[in-house]
Structure formats: structure tokens, C-alpha cells
């Protein structure tokens, strides 16, 4: 199985910094036909279910601000908020869509100062 | 609008069984895969089944396998989790899911299911 390690578990900043956040996968999921990185994030907020932020590693989801953003490549990805937002207090999770069983990190939770 | 609504949980003995149900709407069900994801209280993400359109092919990790069975209807757009021999640990929200390629792009509100004597 491949193994999903996020850090921070937590961090907190003011309203419009700068927040980066680390997802590493134990073996590479970039496959080699097609370049692509099967990682995915996804935000949750308190009391609600997770939603879709991020695809390819680095595909935003329609309706998803421009300040998300995802890179990285191979076992190394970074989720970026450029000017983090009160609403943005959540839960970040990356998952791993290169093979089965489907696995997601344990969460990144950013609180707002 | 895609929406999806679980329904079914509850709170169950070890050892029973218990049936989940997500109805969709807001999009051709059969032109999905989809699946199902839980959370234990305070805890991340875990994913559970995944089944084809046709309902022919069907995955699961090692911690539910030949426990849970997951099933579709696409005749009235639903999705199904039965989940025998229950334990403690599979105490958690239930979320159903629609696969964009293996990621989620949609997520229910999520069912509790609570698992104790």
C-alpha cells in the first residue's frame, strides 16, 4: 500500500499569509505514459464533508479560488495558499489515486490566528 | 445539482450487520463509478469500496474485504454498502462518493454508524 505522510499535522496564521503544506507518498505517483501525478487535495471545513480542491496534483477543481495551489511531483507535493482567508480554517487532506487501495494522508489542519 | 444522501446508519452490536443506502440525483448515475469513504470520530479520511458502472467490478482495502459488500442500482440511481460482522473500529461516518476518474469529486453529507454493545 502506498503510504501518505502530511506535515504539519497543524499550523496556524494571520489572515493573508502565505501557507504551505507537505504530502509525501513512500513510492512515486507519477506515471511515466501520460506525466501525470495521480494526487489529489481536498479541504475540509468543521461540520462538513471534504470537498474536491485539487487533481493531477496541480489541476484546480472549477469553482476553487486561485489562491489554491498544487505542485510537486513524483513522491514530493505541496498544497499552497497564497493569502490565506478566514474561511479557509479546515482540514487538508492529499489522497493517492495511482493504484488500489485508494489512500488518503492524515490531515493538515490549519487554523486562522 | 449532483446531490447525494446517505441513509441507513445507526447504532449496531459487534458482530451484526448493517445496510447503507446513497440515493443520487444531478447526474447520469450510471456513467459513474462510485464509492465509499469513512471518517472515525476526530480521524482522517479512510477509503472503503469502490464499484464500476456496471456494477461488475468492485475493490476494497484489506481492512473491510470479504466483510463489506458494496452494490448499485442504476435503475434508481443508488449505491449500497452492507457491511457485515461489525466491529468497534468500523464506528465512523459513512460518506458516498462519485468518482471523477479514482479521485472523489463529490461527496454526500455522510451517515454515523456506531458500533458497540
Known amino acids: 500500500d502506498i503510504v501518505m505522510t502530511q506535515t504539519p499535522s497543524s499550523q496556524a496564521v494571520s489572515a493573508g499569509e502565505k501557507v504551505t503544506m507537505s504530502c509525501k507518498s513512500s513510492q512515486s505517483l507519477l506515471y511515466n505514459e501520460n506525466k501525470k501525478n495521480y494526487l489529489a487535495w481536498y479541504q475540509q471545513k468543521p461540520g462538513q464533508s471534504p470537498k474536491l480542491l485539487i487533481y493531477?496534483?496541480?489541476t484546480r477543481e472549477s469553482g476553487v479560488p486561485d489562491r489554491f495551489i498544487g505542485s510537486g511531483s513524483g513522491t514530493d507535493f505541496t498544497l499552497t495558499i497564497s493569502s490565506v482567508q478566514a474561511e479557509d480554517l479546515a482540514v487538508y487532506y492529499c489522497?493517492?489515486?495511482?493504484?488500489?487501495?485508494?489512500?488518503f494522508g492524515s490531515g493538515t489542519k490549519l487554523e486562522i490566528k | 445539482e449532483v446531490q447525494l444522501v446517505e441513509s441507513g446508519g445507526g447504532l449496531v452490536q459487534p458482530g451484526r450487520s448493517l445496510k447503507l443506502s446513497c440515493a443520487a440525483s444531478?447526474?447520469?448515475?450510471?456513467?459513474?463509478?462510485m464509492a465509499w469513504v469513512r471518517q472515525a470520530p476526530k480521524k482522517g479520511l479512510e477509503w472503503v469500496a469502490t464499484?464500476?458502472?456496471?456494477?461488475?467490478?468492485?475493490y476494497y482495502p484489506d481492512s473491510v474485504k470479504g466483510r463489506f459488500t458494496i452494490s448499485r442500482d442504476n435503475a434508481k440511481s443508488s449505491l449500497y454498502l452492507q457491511m457485515n460482522s461489525l466491529k468497534s473500529e468500523d464506528t465512523a461516518t459513512y460518506y458516498c462518493?462519485?468518482?471523477?476518474?479514482?479521485?472523489?469529486?463529490?461527496w454526500g453529507q455522510g451517515t454515523l454508524v456506531t458500533v458497540s454493545s
Open positions: 462518493a462519485r468518482h471523477s476518474r479514482d479521485w472523489f469529486a463529490y
Open positions: 444531478g447526474f447520469t448515475f450510471s456513467n459513474y463509478y
Open positions: 493531477w496534483a496541480s
Open positions: 464499484i464500476s458502472t456496471s456494477g461488475s467490478r468492485t
Open positions: 489522497q493517492q489515486y495511482y493504484n488500489f487501495p485508494l489512500t
